[in-house]
T-cell receptor, first 114, second 114 residues
Framework: AQKVTQAQTEISVVEKEDVTLDCVYETRDTTYYLFWYKQPPSGELVFLIRRNSFDEQNEISGRYSWNFQKSTSSFNFTITASQVVDSAVYFCALRPNTGNQFYFGTGTSLTVIP | DSGVTQTPKHLITATGQRVTLRCSPRSGDLSVYWYQQSLDQGLQFLIQYYNGEERAKGNILERFSAQQFPDLHSELNLSSLELGDSALYFC?????????????FGQGTRLTVV
């Protein structure tokens, strides 16, 4: 079975705090791809990052960083020094190599309070 | 701008009616996906086309159908509309068969059935 779980439904933080969004996935495929998308209040889905299952290097892009751990089937997303513009719903997604679908988690709604 | 164009942006129609949503993928992308996002269901995969052929099917109702044309644009047809069909409908595209790459989403069509 393919599944993505984002246990945190809603998170609120005060501006400049760090926040980590959790993502746990399930797949039997040995090759797969993980993604994070951002959905701001305007509604569009914005691609943030892709990680291949054979590449466990963590990635940092500005205030964003991603921690991929195959041992725990997790792909967590950390925003450092959060800003109001980070307020959005964030989706984690899984794409197994053998299928054609993206499996999305239910999303985490992040509110950054000024 | 993701490069994926969806029209119309908003659509209000009555129950029992039929509507067509249109999607133009990014230049060079052969694969098109349709997703439905409603408040209580999250992002639901409907269907995928690759170079004109149906490639994967998700939770798509029999009242819904889609196709991808030779110029690679795609249309999602929704008929006998019900109040519960009110949702944000996203189209996404990716290169080749979609393996190894992320999907880029359009801005969505917000359908309201009254």
């Amino acid at each position: 079975a393919q599944k993505v779980t984002q246990a945190q439904t809603e998170i609120s933080v005060v501006e400049k705090e760090d926040v980590t969004l959790d993502c746990v996935y399930e797949t039997r495929d040995t090759t797969y791809y993980l993604f994070w998308y951002k959905q701001p209040p305007s509604g569009e889905l914005v691609f943030l990052i892709r990680r291949n299952s054979f590449d466990e290097q963590n990635e940092i892009s500005g205030r964003y960083s991603w921690n991929f751990q195959k041992s725990t089937s997790s792909f967590n997303f950390t925003i450092t020094a959060s800003q109001v513009v980070d307020s959005a719903v964030y989706f984690c997604a899984l794409r197994p190599n053998t299928g054609n679908q993206f499996y999305f988690g239910t999303g985490t709604s992040l509110t950054v309070i000024p | 701008d993701s490069g994926v164009t969806q029209t119309p942006k908003h659509l209000i129609t009555a129950t029992g009616q039929r509507v067509t949503l249109r999607c133009s993928p990014r230049s060079g992308d052969l694969s098109v996906y349709w997703y439905q996002q409603s408040l209580d269901q999250g992002l639901q995969f409907l269907i995928q086309y690759y170079n004109g052929e149906e490639r994967a099917k998700g939770n798509i109702l029999e009242r819904f159908s889609a196709q991808q044309f030779p110029d690679l644009h795609s249309e999602l047809n929704l008929s006998s509309l019900e109040l519960g069909d009110s949702a944000l409908y996203f189209c996404a595209s990716s290169v080749v068969g979609g393996e190894n790459t992320e999907a880029f989403f359009g801005q969505g069509t917000r359908l309201t059935v009254v």
